[in-house]
């Protein structure tokens, strides 16, 4: 054995560690194999995809994967530019809308100047920031959870918005967005959209009116169908064109094949959109009731999940409580925020047994 495979026996630091990408990764919501749990922890859409993937996938035929897919991924593009009323030149798809932020953080924000974001938002932006090398800066929500778009006017090398925001639900007026874009001309601003379809207004219209504005998507959660991975983002054609360099010089085939026809058909299927998404709400809005009766305190959520802390019972206590019951929601050990709960939302009944569960210990 050579001294070094000793060295690397024992957990010493090895020479070429010195050179390594060091990164502290996200981590993700648990995904755990037990069958028959409430499953309310990573924000999925708790029905079915729509009928016209399951008719989609039928017609799969196995033989076409030898070939690679469609680099221009032009069906999946088509079928989201005719959904939105927008040019296919507007539209970027990725594996995910993390793919497509990941590329966009990469692509917009190489500037030696900060950029900006929440202090509570989405936890992957300060990992891509890391990764990356690109400066940051978070900025406190204020104690309602609402952010101030004055703290977003200074000097900084882009902006990044989830809106509504994760994990708060919190929505911002367009009115605020616009005041955002319009303040910071000079760099790219990302309003990452993952939960606007149950409940906030789409910054989507203001692609014509401001070249610097990104606006984000998933399939993850108004689509469900969080298991293919799309993501997809709207801009000027500029701005697209940019990120498509990016993503060209990284890896040509990030969309498979599945991805690239069910996620197609899913698109073309408005009413049930409509349908699931509305449904969605109507539960929220009963949830929100149900957790107020038993005390809880939270902030107004338009998303597919509620975020909640109760005044007598730790965060903790009632995510344990929970998780010994079949319950699992999400927990952030985090500053602010580690009292609260993210409750995602589910089928009625879910919500009825995670309710009878709840009076148990509040
Ligand atoms: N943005 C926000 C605010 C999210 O909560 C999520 C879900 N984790 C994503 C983006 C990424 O979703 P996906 O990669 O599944 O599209």
Redesign the pocket.
Known sequence: MTADYDRLQKGESMSWEENVRKVVPYVPGEQPKIKNIIKLNT?ENPYSPSPFVYKAYEEVDLDDYRKYPDPTCSVLVDSIADFYGVKKENVFVGV???DV?AMAFLTFFNSDKPILFPDIT?SFYDVWADLYRIPYKQIPLKDDFTIDPEDYKGENGGVVI?NPN?PTGVKLPLEAIEEIIKSNRDVVVIV?E?YVDFGAESALPLIDKYDNLLVVR?Y?KSRSL?GLRI?YAFGCEKLIKYLLDAKFSFNSYTMNMPSLTLGAAAMRDREYFEKTTAKVVETRERFKVELRALGFEFADSATNFVFARHPERSGKEIFEYLRSNGIIVRRFDKPRISEYLRISIGTDEEMDKLISALKEIV
């Open positions: 924000n995910g809308s993390d932020l989405y989830a994760a990452d993952a998933t993850s969080a993501g």
